[in-house]
């Protein structure tokens, strides 16, 4: 930085639909963080869904917060302590922190740390800003030819790579996604990458489910169908896995329903605190439920999967916005608006 006066504008989430850009202060990395100019993030549904209601579960907006968690950008500073980067160097931000003490740090299970520092959730500010710091143990070096858009999307695409460790994907295996919204799509990516042989997608919008097609689904069902009926006609069954995105209680119980004995639905979906679903029928068959929650370990696969062309990123980019235009972003984000998928803001 060298004595240059920089200003930091960013998008601060000051109450319920009260989003405004402001300037804040200028950041300062400690020994073992990086000073990051900040140039595309990605705009996820947590982030919308602080902007409209406030809340998430627990995680409660108490106090005015930066938004965005997708992120990438060009490392400007180092900390003393810092030695695999440099500025100039442009990375990619894994956006949470975790304390690397507790019992879940130490045995791999960063992502459920008590003390994790994650981005854009309260009260931990997030990423739409010019400037801002963080651990550069979690900042990953994107290659030349890897755009900064695409590093911001290895957040979500690390959610699903995240979603089928949980179910164990595995070669042969037939999937069936519940939504097909970014996270539900990056899921079909993901499992179709670690060897699925069939995905199956399930959406209430047929233009996304069209999305779908053109990535490489194998086969689309629209939600107000029969999808049970349907995977057994259509032979994209038995179902080994179902990764339910939704958070839908229909679309839960469907999941439940569709797949087959000893298999496994995972639930990345964040919706109603409690829900109704057939749990005898999938206790009798021995259909497991798991949890999914962010992700550990996942971001060098994310970004090793873009970097070398098995997964492309770029056609779920579907609008960008600079910064000035935050406010126009969410709201496009919010509504869908033209087809909307992933909503990038981009940072001059």
Known sequence: MSGEKRTNRAAVLKSINNLVLEDIEMPVPKPHEVLVSMKSIGICG??????????????????????????????VEVGSEVTHLKPGDRVTLEPGVPCSRCNYCRTGKYNLCKDMQFMATPPVHGSIANFIVHDASFCFKLEDHVSYEEGAMC??????????????????????????????????????????????????????????REMGADGTILATENVLAEIERRGLGPIDVTIECSGAQPAVKTALHCTRSGGVVVLVGVGQREITLPLVDALVREVDIRGVFRY??????????????????????????????????FETSRDMRDGAIKVMVNVA
């Open 155 to 212: 957040e979500p695409l690390a959610v699903g790579i995240h979603a089928c460790n949980r179910a164990n994907v595995q070669i042969g295996h037939r999937v069936l996604v519940m939504g097909a919204g970014p996270i539900g799509l990056v899921s079909m990516l993901a499992a179709k990458a670690a060897g699925a042989t069939k995905v199956t997608l399930v959406d209430l919008k047929e233009e996304r489910l069209s999305v779908g």
């Open 296 to 329: 550990a370990n996942c971001y060098p696969k994310a970004l090793a999967l873009i970097t070398s062309g098995k997964i492309d990123v770029k056609p779920l980019i579907t609008h960008r916005f600079q910064i000035e235009d935050v406010v126009k972003a």
């Open 46 to 75: 947590s982030d919308v869904h602080y902007w409209v209601e406030g809340r998430i579960g627990d995680f409660i907006l108490n106090a005015p917060m930066v938004v965005g968690h997708e992120s990438a950008g060009l490392v």
